[in-house]
């Protein structure tokens, strides 16, 4: 089994920053390998793909968050990180790591994000 915990979200007002984190563990050989992403579903919407980070480092961003939000992981850590800048209300959601792992397709319990003044 894997297990995924994020981390980081909050209020912020608009232009601020924060910093979301994901760890995983569990059963997980060889952490590298795999890409990992994060996602988000704001109320009433459906679950978008915000960033995805690939096992050699390559970077792909929604283009509602390009410019602002940053993916990185840590493999020694097992750890996901997502570094959200220039806050927008419309970035309000509730932001869940992924990590698509040898037949199965994990989630963490997400973290509240919400932008507002």
């Known amino acids: 089994q894997v297990q995924l915990v994020e981390s980081g979200g909050g209020l912020v007002q608009p232009g601020g920053s924060l910093r979301l984190s994901c760890a995983a563990s569990g059963m997980i050989s060889r952490f590298w390998l795999y890409a990992m992403n994060w996602y988000r579903q704001a109320a009433g919407e459906q679950r978008e793909l915000v960033a995805t980070?690939?096992?050699?480092?390559?970077?792909n961003y929604a283009d509602s968050v390009k410019g602002r939000f940053t993916i990185s992981r840590d493999n020694a850590k097992n750890m996901l990180y997502l570094q959200m800048n220039s806050l927008k209300p419309e970035d309000t959601a509730v932001y869940y790591c992924?990590?698509?792992?040898?037949?199965?397709?994990?989630w963490g319990q997400g973290t509240q994000v919400t932008v507002s003044s």
């Open positions: 980070i690939s096992s050699g480092g390559s970077t």
């Open positions: 992924n990590f698509p792992y040898g037949l199965g397709n994990y």
